[in-house]
């Protein structure tokens, strides 16, 4: 069974640099066709994907927050982290991570998620 959790903290100040990391258990993140996603859920708003990081380390991210997007990860600690540059209030918002299958063209498996406030 595979299983996701995310990390970080739960307070931003604006401006600043939102970081989390999802720990992988059950399944390599290295693992051929798996794609490791960061979406969010703004308060009263529709699930917004942010991007992914791949298999093969190979990243996208959405247009709209590329610019400000990195996702990284630590195949060691079989973590991967999104970082999420000068951020204001509108990226308020419970964030999750989940795995997508490139060959079921799926999510299978999410995190619980964690609530980011961005606030001073």
């Known amino acids: 069974q595979v299983q996701l959790q995310e990390s970080g903290p739960g307070l931003v100040k604006p401006s600043q640099t939102l970081s989390l990391t999802c720990t992988v258990s059950?399944?390599?993140?290295?693992?051929?066709?798996?794609?490791w996603m960061w979406i969010r859920q703004p308060p009263g708003k529709g699930l917004e994907w942010i991007g992914y990081?791949?298999?093969?380390?190979?990243?996208d991210y959405s247009p709209s927050l590329k610019s400000r997007t990195s996702i990284s990860k630590d195949t060691s600690k079989n973590q991967f982290t999104l970082q999420l540059s000068s951020v204001t209030p509108e990226d308020t918002a419970v964030y999750y991570c989940?795995?997508?299958?490139?060959?079921?063209?799926?999510?299978?498996?999410w995190g619980q998620g964690t609530q980011v406030t961005v606030s001073s």
């Open positions: 059950g399944g390599s993140i290295t693992t051929n066709d798996y794609y």
């Open positions: 990081i791949a298999y093969s380390g190979t990243t």
């Open positions: 989940a795995r997508y299958t490139g060959w079921g063209r799926r999510y299978d498996y």
